[in-house]
């Protein structure tokens, strides 16, 4: 069982960045691979970026891709995502999730935990 908690939202302005950070409970947080998803007003959840358990493979939706960077400390129990060039259409709630030996995953199902969310506002 993990527990995940995320922080480092706000608001920001077009071009900005931002640090989310989520932070996981557990001895075990080395067996679960980490996604990043997002869930803006009115639309469903979407992948947002992956980490495999071992660090070795990241993955992104398109629209990251070359401005988001997820990272993780498996020693700490910490699992990041850098946002640069912020876009206003990258408002929304981001979400982390934790998938229990999985390799990294952009499919919703395929994760078993989840944190409450943290929300990025991007004014342009």
């Known amino acids: 069982q993990v527990q995940l908690v995320e922080s480092g939202g706000g608001l920001v302005q077009a071009g900005g960045s931002l640090r989310l950070s989520c932070a996981a409970s557990?001895?075990?947080?080395?067996?679960?691979?980490m996604g990043w998803f997002r869930q803006a007003p009115g639309k469903e959840r979407l992948f947002v970026a992956a980490i495999s358990r071992s660090v070795d493979r990241t993955y992104y939706t398109d629209s990251a891709k070359g401005r988001f960077t997820i990272s993780r400390d498996n020693a700490n129990n910490m699992v990041y995502l850098q946002m640069n060039s912020l876009k206003p259409e990258d408002t929304a709630v981001y979400y982390c999730?934790?998938?229990?030996?999985?390799?990294?995953?952009?499919?919703?199902?395929?994760?078993?935990?989840w944190g409450q969310g943290t929300q990025v506002t991007v004014s342009s």
């Open positions: 999730a934790a998938d229990y030996y999985g390799l990294g995953s952009a499919r919703r199902g395929d994760y078993d935990h």
């Open positions: 557990g001895r075990t947080f080395s067996s679960y691979a």
